[in-house]
């Protein structure tokens, strides 16, 4: 996969929030990506759970992922002032299979704000219509009830649970496998996502 900034591709939202999505840029985003995957208050909800201890680890380990692991990463930025809101990013990439898991993280102070389901919808539509895919999974913590809740809603549906999976705040957790096939897709978000980022 190419992190080249010239294969920055823009999307608006008319929403409390608009978004603009653009291709991983390491130089550029790393730094942001590096406090808000280490921030304390957020790794407890992101997958896979990253140890690293300095900036510059960071960036290799990120330019690793991005050679082998990641399908697709884009960061999210609030149209109005630029700043990063989010990023998402699809992986484990099966095209034997036909799917890939996704992630959708989206900084505080913008959850509340729709930026999230904007921002997978959009996300999720670019993944189907780019890739023969048949479904994609997200993997959620199940202490995370409000992703959790928001994927059952938007189409997802549990397949798998993962008993016991992580400890967190002095509990063992389940891990909560879901997924939203093409045409869930088609039938809930779809049309979501043609209203707030018409395409040409």
Not at 116 to 130: C, E, Q, S, V, W
Not at 159 to 178: H, N, Q
């Amino acid at each position: 996969m190419s992190v080249s900034p010239d294969n920055a591709t823009r999307a608006r939202a008319r929403s409390r929030t608009s978004l603009v999505f653009e291709k991983l840029c390491i130089q550029r985003h790393a730094p942001w990506l590096y406090r808000e995957m280490m921030d304390p208050d957020n790794r407890y909800l992101i997958l896979p759970n990253v140890h690293i201890n300095t900036e510059v680890d960071f960036e290799a380990w990120l330019l690793n992922q991005s050679r082998t692991n990641y399908l697709e990463f884009f960061v999210a930025h609030a149209s109005d002032t630029g700043k990063p809101v989010g990023f998402v990013y699809a992986y484990d990439y099966r095209p034997d299979d036909g799917h890939c898991r996704i992630c959708v993280h989206i900084a505080r102070g913008f959850r509340a704000a729709g930026a999230g389901a904007l921002a997978a919808a959009h996300f999720i539509g670019h993944l189907f219509r780019t890739y023969s895919l048949r479904k994609v999974y997200s993997a959620v913590y199940e202490f995370n009830d409000v992703s959790l809740r928001g994927n059952l809603k938007a189409g997802f549906v549990e397949e798998a649970r993962l008993p016991e999976y992580r400890y967190y705040d002095g509990k063992y957790w389940d891990l909560v496998l879901c997924s939203m096939s093409r045409e869930a897709y088609q039938r809930r978000l779809a049309r979501y996502e043609e209203r707030f980022f018409p395409r040409a």
